[in-house]
């Protein structure tokens, strides 16, 4: 296992001194570490994975030094597009280090949504003509490694990766932890919002945490799931699936439980809500000012204006609760008034450690999901 402080001092050795990405449940203790001991003009946790790259670009053309960037795997499709037609050493030959968590690596047991992200990572690494090495698990071996990555990156002016493994860094407990003291938790919220729903009403959950507590609140309700799709990968577009549903289903009310992470990496949509005026889309934003999901590391949510936000892109209407009395006052009036509606909710990333997963695959959720809407 590597000691991420051990890591860090190589890198910097290497004179990294910029860090940026999206967090990942694989590289959490190593993202706490740099959390806790590089400053905040030197570390930024960026909206999505492609504007990471941008920003290591930016820093690279401002200080001819390299750039960190890391990701989750699953990031790798929002980086494609800037890691083609801008880093590429075919365009602005821009040179950085890609640390990459490899989730659903073959032969491990993961998440169906992560199944073929794992399967071809590699791959597309190879197709984006970037050279890669797992991440070795031996500091000595590392420092081979960091010295043939730096050997490339000076010569050819371009990316080259690191893909780690499950299980690679050793727990590293972040320092800089901010306090939180919310009335509500998100898995509280939810409860609360599925108890004051309809028999009719459509939710469309976001990636991560809120999908798993939705899916495990219906199993201890003794519920079935028709009512939820539950959008276990394509982090921040269940905006945008709730807005197809309710583009073609005016006569059913449709209520996407969002996250601050996910809505703060493909924030356009929110004007896309706005400018389409459906009455029926219910914007629920569970904010805990974190990518809770992951490791709790912070997004924006503490300083950005959800509901001035919401209310510059168009939507009808749009307030904030903070208790469990407000909520529920909030969310029968969400079901009542014409949308596009917002609800902000202010939670504590606090979360249980023995949740669950799904137990539906989602083709099977899909399904009933489908069933039920077509009613
Ligand atoms: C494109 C992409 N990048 C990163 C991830 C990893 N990931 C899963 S959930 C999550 C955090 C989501 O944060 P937020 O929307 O605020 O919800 P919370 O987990 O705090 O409830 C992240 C980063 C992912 N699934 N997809």
Redesign the pocket.
């Known amino acids: 296992m590597l000691d991420c402080e051990k890591f860090y001092n190589l890198l910097v050795d290497r004179e990294i001194e910029f860090f940026t990405g ?4 694989l590289l959490k203790d190593f993202n706490a570490y740099i959390i806790d001991n590089v400053t905040n003009d030197k570390h930024i946790i960026a909206a ?2 492609g504007a990471s790259i941008a920003l290591a670009a930016g820093h690279y053309l401002a200080t001819k030094k390299i750039g960190l960037v890391y ?2 795997n ?2 790798l ?2 980086a494609v597009n800037p890691l083609i037609s801008l880093v590429d050493k075919e365009v602005y030959s821009i040179p950085l280090l890609l640390i990459i968590g490899w989730r659903g690596e073959p032969n491990k047991k993961d998440e169906p ?1 992560h199944v073929k992200q794992g399967r071809i990572t590699l791959k597309l690494l190879d197709t984006l003509e970037i050279p890669f090495e797992v991440l070795p698990d031996d500091i000595e071996d590392v420092k081979e490694s960091l010295e043939k990555a730096f050997k490339y990156m000076n010569e050819y002016k371009a990316p080259y990766a690191f893909v780690v493994r499950k299980g690679i860094f050793e727990k590293y407990e972040c320092k800089n932890e901010t306090e939180q003291n919310y009335d509500l938790s ?1 898995e509280s919220a939810i409860k609360i919002i599925v108890n004051n729903l309809g028999d009719n009403d459509m939710i469309v959950s ?5 999908s798993r507590e939705l899916f495990e609140y219906r199993e201890e309700m003794k519920q079935d799931h028709n009512n939820d799709f539950l959008t276990v ?4 577009h269940a905006s945008q699936i709730a807005l197809g549903i309710a583009m073609s289903k005016p006569e059913r009310q449709i209520f996407c439980l ?8 493909h924030m356009g949509s929110l004007g896309i809500i706005g400018s389409k005026s459906a009455k029926n889309f219910k914007h629920v934003v ?9 490791g ?2 912070p ?1 924006v ?1 503490d300083e950005i204006d959800i509901i001035s936000m919401a209310r510059s892109c168009k939507y009808k209407v749009a307030y904030k609760v903070e208790t469990k009395n407000e909520l529920i006052e909030k969310i029968l009036l969400l079901r009542s008034v014409d949308g596009p509606a917002l609800l902000e909710i202010r939670v504590n ?1 606090e ?1 249980r450690k023995e949740l669950g997963r799904p137990t539906i695959s989602p083709k099977e959720n899909k399904e009933t999901f489908m069933k039920f809407l077509s009613k």
Do not use: C, F
Request: avoid cysteine.
């Open positions: 999206i967090p990942d449940s999505n994975e990701m989750q699953s990031g499709g929002n949504q998100r976001t990636t991560g945490m809120t990968g394509s982090m921040g969002d996250g601050d992470g996910a809505i703060i990496m569970l904010n805990n000012s974190a990518h809770g999901s992951v709790g590391q997004t949510g990333k979360y």
